[in-house]
C-alpha cells in the first residue's frame, strides 16, 4: 500500500515539507483546494523532490474550464517527469455557482464528459487527434498549432476523481485512473458499494481492476499512551458525527445499519450542538470507520483489513513522533 | 521608461534566465498565454529573483473564473512580496467558446463586471467587506472562512488590461489600473483614440492619470548588419500585415489614411497569402507603427517619441554583446 502525505499550500515552505515527506519514504505529496491555488505548491514541490507523485486532493474540477486544467495538467506533469496526477472533485452546488461562478447540474454526468474532454485535448496535443469534442456540457473544437504544448515526451498526467456515491464512483472506474474515496467510509460501504459501482465503469470502459487505482484515507486513531488514545478518538467521533449529518453521506451510515443516525446528527448539528454529536458515535460504530490501536499496530491493521482493495492511503498520523510516523509507511508500503 | 521581457520558456530554464535577466538591468519579466499555462513561469521567476515584477501579458481573462484569477492573482502577489501584475486580455469569441468552453458576452462589458468581481473578492478577503457581487456575467455571494486566504500583508496584485478598442480602453481606464497598447497602434491612433478614452475612463471612476500604468511595446525594425536589418524588416512587414488583415484593426489603419488596405489584406489572408502581404507595408507605415534605425538610434527615438506618456516597454533589441543590451536597457530607464 503506497502512503501519501499532505503538503500545506504555503509556497515558502512547502517545497522543504516535500522534501522531507520524500525522505521518510511517501509515495506521493498531496495539497487539497481551500483558501489558495492547489497547483502552485505543486509546482514548487517538484524542485525539490525526485521521486515522489505530486497530487491534487483535491482541485475543484468544475470551477475551471476543461481547457485551462488540461493545459495545466499537461504542464505540471512535464515538468515534474511523469509525476502529477490530477485528482479531482465536484464540490457541491452553491460552491461551483455561488463562490466560483460556474455552471452547475447534474454532477456524475458533467464530471465524466469534463474527464472526457480533458482526454480528447491530450489526444489531440499528444497523439495529433483532430479536436472535436461536443458534448452536453462542454464544447471544445478549436485548437491550432500555436496553442499547442510540443514538450510532449511525458504525456497527459493520471486522473483521479473524488467520489462517494455510486454514479461518481462508476464515472470514476470508467474514465478516471483512480479513486479518492472518502475518509467517512465504511468498510462494508468500500467492498459493497464503491467496489461493484468501480467493476460497472471498469466494464463500460473495457478496463481491468489492474489498471486503476484506490486511494484511501482512512481514520486512523492512535497514540502511544492511554490518554493520548482517547484523544485521539474523541477528536475522530467528531468528524465522524460532522460528516454524518451530510444528508448526501447517509447511505454510509445505512451500510452499517445505522442510518437513521443521520437525522439526528443532522438536527443536531442545526442547535450547534458539535461537541455532543461525537458522543452518538458509539465505539462499534467507530469501530467500523476507523483503524484503532498503539502505533505498532497501525500497518499490521490496515493491511488486514484494506490490503486485498486499497492501493494507497493518507492517515496523518499527526499526534505520533516522526520515527513511529515513518516506522508505519515504512511497513505500510512494505 | 521601464524595461520588461518576456519569459516563454521551458520550465526548467525559468530559474537561471530570470538570474540573467535581473542581473541585466530589466525591470520585469512577462508571460504571454499560448500552449501552457501563463502563471506557472512567474511563480519560478518569483522564487528565482529578488526585485524582478513579475506579470501575465497577457492570460485570457475569459478563459477562467474571476474567482480562479481572485486566487491566482493573491497567492502570486503574497509570494513575490508584492510584485505580481495580473495582465488580462479578452481573446476573441471563438477561442473563448470554442477552445475554452467558456461563455462570451459583451467584451468590453464582459471584461469590466469581471475585473469588479475580482475586486469585490480581494475585498471581501482583504477588508472583509461581504461578498454580494451579483452581475450580468458573474454572480459571486459565497465565502467563507475555511476559502479566505489569511496571508494579506500584501494585498491584491495591479491589474492591466490589454486593449484596442475605445470601449476596452474606456474600461482599462475606468477599473484596471494600467493598460497594455497593443503593438499594432499608430501614434495618431494612440492620440486620437487610446489616450482620450483612457481619460474618458479615468474620469468615471474619478481616478487621475497619476498611477495609470501604460505599456507599450512599438515595432523595432533593427540589426547589427545589412542581412539582420532585412529580416528585422520582413518580419515587421509580415506581423503588421498579419495584425491589418483583421477587421477589428481596421480603426488603426484609418489613422494613418490608409483603412482601405483592410479589406485587401484581408482577402489576401484567406487565399493564404502571408509573404506577399508583408511587401504591402512600406516604410512610411513602419516608421508609423514603430522605430526602424541602427540599433543606438532606437532607444533615444524611442524615448522621444513614447516617452511622454509610455511607463514601460518590453521591444526586443539585436545586441552584440551584453554591454550593449545593458546601455540600451539603462537608457531606456533613464529616459
Same mark, same amino acid.
Given at each position: 500500500?503506497?502512503?501519501?502525505?499532505?503538503?500545506?499550500?504555503?509556497?515558502?515552505?512547502?517545497?522543504?515539507?516535500?522534501?522531507?515527506?520524500?525522505?521518510?519514504?511517501?509515495?506521493?505529496?498531496?495539497?487539497?483546494?481551500?483558501?489558495?491555488?492547489?497547483?502552485?505548491?505543486?509546482?514548487?514541490?517538484?524542485? @525539490?523532490?525526485? %521521486?515522489?507523485?505530486? +497530487?491534487?486532493?483535491?482541485?475543484? #474540477?468544475?470551477?475551471?474550464?476543461?481547457?485551462? =486544467? *488540461?493545459?495545466?495538467?499537461?504542464?505540471?506533469?512535464?515538468?515534474?517527469?511523469?509525476?502529477?496526477?490530477?485528482?479531482?472533485?465536484?464540490?457541491?452546488?452553491? @460552491?461551483?455557482? %455561488?463562490?466560483?461562478? +460556474?455552471?452547475?447540474?447534474?454532477? #456524475?454526468?458533467?464530471?465524466?464528459?469534463?474527464? =472526457? *474532454?480533458?482526454?480528447?485535448?491530450?489526444?489531440?496535443?499528444?497523439?495529433?487527434?483532430p479536436l472535436e469534442f461536443t458534448g452536453q456540457f462542454y464544447t471544445h473544437t478549436l485548437m491550432t498549432p500555436f496553442f499547442t504544448p510540443t514538450n510532449n515526451e511525458f504525456g497527459a498526467p493520471k486522473v483521479f476523481l473524488a467520489a462517494v456515491g455510486p454514479m461518481m464512483t462508476e464515472v470514476a472506474g470508467e474514465v478516471a485512473d483512480g479513486v479518492i474515496a472518502h475518509a467517512f467510509t465504511t468498510e462494508k460501504y468500500l467492498r459493497e458499494t464503491t467496489l461493484p459501482a468501480l467493476e460497472r465503469g471498469f466494464?463500460?470502459?473495457?478496463?481491468?481492476?489492474?489498471?486503476?487505482?484506490?486511494?484511501?484515507?482512512?481514520?486512523?486513531?492512535?497514540?502511544?499512551?492511554?490518554?493520548?488514545?482517547?484523544?485521539?478518538?474523541?477528536?475522530?467521533?467528531?468528524?465522524?458525527?460532522?460528516?454524518?449529518?451530510?444528508?448526501?453521506?447517509?447511505?454510509?451510515?445505512?451500510?452499517?445499519?445505522?442510518?437513521?443516525?443521520?437525522?439526528?446528527?443532522?438536527?443536531?448539528?442545526?442547535?450547534?450542538?458539535?461537541?455532543?454529536?461525537?458522543?452518538?458515535?458509539?465505539?462499534?460504530?467507530?469501530?467500523?470507520?476507523?483503524?484503532?490501536?498503539?502505533?505498532?499496530?497501525?500497518?499490521?491493521?490496515?493491511?488486514?483489513?484494506?490490503?486485498?482493495?486499497?492501493?494507497?492511503?493518507?492517515?496523518?498520523?499527526?499526534?505520533?513522533?516522526?520515527?513511529?510516523?515513518?516506522?508505519?509507511?515504512?511497513?505500510?508500503?512494505? | 521608461?521601464?524595461?520588461?521581457?518576456?519569459?516563454?520558456?521551458?520550465?526548467?530554464?525559468?530559474?537561471?534566465?530570470?538570474?540573467?535577466?535581473?542581473?541585466?538591468?530589466?525591470?520585469?519579466?512577462?508571460?504571454?498565454?499560448?500552449?501552457?499555462?501563463?502563471?506557472?513561469?512567474?511563480?519560478?521567476?518569483?522564487?528565482?529573483?529578488?526585485?524582478?515584477?513579475?506579470?501575465?501579458?497577457?492570460?485570457?481573462?475569459?478563459?477562467?473564473?474571476?474567482?480562479?484569477?481572485?486566487?491566482?492573482?493573491?497567492?502570486?502577489?503574497?509570494?513575490?512580496?508584492?510584485?505580481?501584475?495580473?495582465?488580462?486580455?479578452?481573446?476573441?469569441?471563438?477561442?473563448?467558446?470554442?477552445?475554452?468552453?467558456?461563455?462570451?458576452?459583451?467584451?468590453?462589458?464582459?471584461?469590466?463586471?469581471?475585473?469588479?468581481?475580482?475586486?469585490?473578492?480581494?475585498?471581501?478577503?482583504?477588508?472583509?467587506?461581504?461578498?454580494?457581487?451579483?452581475?450580468?456575467?458573474?454572480?459571486?455571494?459565497?465565502?467563507?472562512?475555511?476559502?479566505?486566504?489569511?496571508?494579506?500583508?500584501?494585498?491584491?496584485?495591479?491589474?492591466?488590461?490589454?486593449?484596442?478598442?475605445?470601449?476596452?480602453?474606456?474600461?482599462?481606464?475606468?477599473?484596471?489600473?494600467?493598460?497594455?497598447?497593443?503593438?499594432?497602434?499608430?501614434?495618431?491612433?494612440?492620440?486620437?483614440?487610446?489616450?482620450?478614452?483612457?481619460?474618458?475612463?479615468?474620469?468615471?471612476?474619478?481616478?487621475?492619470?497619476?498611477?495609470?500604468?501604460?505599456?507599450?511595446?512599438?515595432?523595432?525594425?533593427?540589426?547589427?548588419?545589412?542581412?539582420?536589418?532585412?529580416?528585422?524588416?520582413?518580419?515587421?512587414?509580415?506581423?503588421?500585415?498579419f495584425y491589418g488583415s483583421t477587421p477589428a484593426y481596421k480603426g488603426v489603419l484609418d489613422s494613418i489614411g490608409m483603412g482601405e488596405l483592410q479589406g485587401e489584406l484581408n482577402t489576401m489572408s484567406k487565399q493564404g497569402r502571408w509573404k506577399e502581404m508583408g511587401t504591402l507595408i512600406t516604410d512610411d507605415m513602419i516608421n508609423a507603427f514603430g522605430v526602424m534605425g541602427e540599433p543606438e538610434e532606437i532607444a533615444p527615438e524611442m524615448l522621444r517619441r513614447y516617452g511622454g506618456y509610455v511607463d514601460r516597454t518590453s521591444?526586443?533589441?539585436?545586441?552584440?554583446?551584453?554591454?550593449?543590451?545593458?546601455?540600451?536597457?539603462?537608457?531606456?530607464?533613464?529616459?
Amino acid at each position: 500500500m503506497k502512503v501519501d502525505g499532505g503538503v500545506g499550500l504555503n509556497l515558502s515552505t512547502v517545497g522543504a515539507q516535500a522534501s522531507e515527506l520524500e525522505e521518510m519514504g511517501y509515495a506521493g505529496v498531496m495539497t487539497a483546494e481551500t483558501a489558495h491555488d492547489p497547483f502552485f505548491p505543486l509546482l514548487v514541490a517538484a524542485q @525539490h523532490t525526485q %521521486k515522489v507523485d505530486l +497530487m491534487t486532493s483535491i482541485a475543484v #474540477a468544475f470551477a475551471r474550464s476543461p481547457m485551462t =486544467l *488540461a493545459n495545466i495538467g499537461h504542464d505540471l506533469n512535464a515538468y515534474s517527469n511523469g509525476r502529477f496526477v490530477l485528482g479531482l472533485g465536484s464540490q457541491i452546488k452553491p @460552491h461551483i455557482t %455561488k463562490r466560483f461562478s +460556474m455552471p452547475w447540474s447534474s454532477p #456524475a454526468a458533467r464530471m465524466r464528459e469534463y474527464i =472526457l *474532454a480533458m482526454r480528447a485535448i491530450w489526444d489531440c496535443w499528444h497523439e495529433q487527434q483532430p479536436l472535436e469534442f461536443t458534448g452536453q456540457f462542454y464544447t471544445h473544437t478549436l485548437m491550432t498549432p500555436f496553442f499547442t504544448p510540443t514538450n510532449n515526451e511525458f504525456g497527459a498526467p493520471k486522473v483521479f476523481l473524488a467520489a462517494v456515491g455510486p454514479m461518481m464512483t462508476e464515472v470514476a472506474g470508467e474514465v478516471a485512473d483512480g479513486v479518492i474515496a472518502h475518509a467517512f467510509t465504511t468498510e462494508k460501504y468500500l467492498r459493497e458499494t464503491t467496489l461493484p459501482a468501480l467493476e460497472r465503469g471498469f466494464a463500460k470502459a473495457g478496463k481491468s481492476r489492474a489498471d486503476f487505482e484506490i486511494s484511501y484515507p482512512a481514520f486512523v486513531v492512535t497514540g502511544q499512551t492511554e490518554e493520548e488514545l482517547r484523544e485521539a478518538e474523541i477528536a475522530t467521533c467528531k468528524q465522524i458525527a460532522f460528516y454524518g449529518s451530510t444528508p448526501a453521506y447517509r447511505p454510509v451510515l445505512e451500510s452499517i445499519g445505522v442510518g437513521e443516525l443521520q437525522d439526528e446528527l443532522n438536527t443536531m448539528s442545526k442547535q450547534g450542538r458539535w461537541d455532543e454529536m461525537g458522543e452518538l458515535i458509539t465505539p462499534d460504530i467507530l469501530k467500523e470507520f476507523a483503524v484503532i490501536g498503539e502505533p505498532e499496530t497501525i500497518a499490521g491493521q490496515m493491511k488486514a483489513r484494506y490490503g486485498d482493495i486499497v492501493d494507497r492511503t493518507s492517515a496523518a498520523y499527526a499526534n505520533i513522533p516522526k520515527d513511529k510516523r515513518q516506522q508505519i509507511i515504512q511497513q505500510l508500503s512494505a | 521608461m521601464k524595461v520588461d521581457t518576456g519569459i516563454n520558456l521551458d520550465l526548467h530554464e525559468i530559474p537561471k534566465a530570470v538570474k540573467e535577466i535581473e542581473a541585466q538591468g530589466y525591470d520585469g519579466v512577462r508571460t504571454a498565454e499560448m500552449n501552457h499555462d501563463p502563471f506557472f513561469p512567474l511563480l519560478l521567476a518569483a522564487e528565482h529573483s529578488e526585485k524582478l515584477e513579475i506579470a501575465s501579458s497577457i492570460a485570457v481573462a475569459f478563459a477562467r473564473s474571476p474567482m480562479n484569477l481572485a486566487n491566482i492573482g493573491h497567492d502570486l502577489n503574497a509570494y513575490s512580496k508584492g510584485r505580481f501584475t495580473m495582465g488580462l486580455g479578452s481573446q476573441i469569441k471563438p477561442h473563448i467558446t470554442k477552445r475554452f468552453s467558456m461563455p462570451w458576452g459583451g467584451p468590453a462589458a464582459q471584461m469590466r463586471e469581471l475585473i469588479l468581481a475580482m475586486r469585490a473578492i480581494w475585498a471581501n478577503w482583504y477588508e472583509g467587506e461581504p461578498l454580494q457581487f451579483v452581475g450580468e456575467h458573474y454572480q459571486h455571494t459565497l465565502m467563507t472562512p475555511a476559502f479566505t486566504p489569511n496571508d494579506t500583508q500584501y494585498g491584491a496584485p495591479k491589474v492591466i488590461l490589454a486593449a484596442v478598442g475605445p470601449k476596452m480602453t474606456e474600461v482599462a481606464g475606468e477599473v484596471a489600473d494600467g493598460m497594455i497598447i497593443h503593438p499594432f497602434s499608430t501614434q495618431a491612433y494612440i492620440d486620437s483614440v487610446t489616450l482620450p478614452a483612457i481619460e474618458a475612463g479615468l474620469a468615471k471612476a474619478g481616478k487621475t492619470r497619476e498611477g495609470f500604468e501604460l505599456s507599450y511595446s512599438c515595432f523595432v525594425v533593427t540589426g547589427r548588419n545589412e542581412e539582420e536589418f532585412a529580416k528585422s524588416k520582413v518580419a515587421t512587414q509580415e506581423r503588421i500585415a498579419f495584425y491589418g488583415s483583421t477587421p477589428a484593426y481596421k480603426g488603426v489603419l484609418d489613422s494613418i489614411g490608409m483603412g482601405e488596405l483592410q479589406g485587401e489584406l484581408n482577402t489576401m489572408s484567406k487565399q493564404g497569402r502571408w509573404k506577399e502581404m508583408g511587401t504591402l507595408i512600406t516604410d512610411d507605415m513602419i516608421n508609423a507603427f514603430g522605430v526602424m534605425g541602427e540599433p543606438e538610434e532606437i532607444a533615444p527615438e524611442m524615448l522621444r517619441r513614447y516617452g511622454g506618456y509610455v511607463d514601460r516597454t518590453s521591444a526586443s533589441f539585436p545586441v552584440s554583446n551584453e554591454e550593449q543590451r545593458q546601455g540600451i536597457i539603462e537608457a531606456l530607464r533613464a529616459g
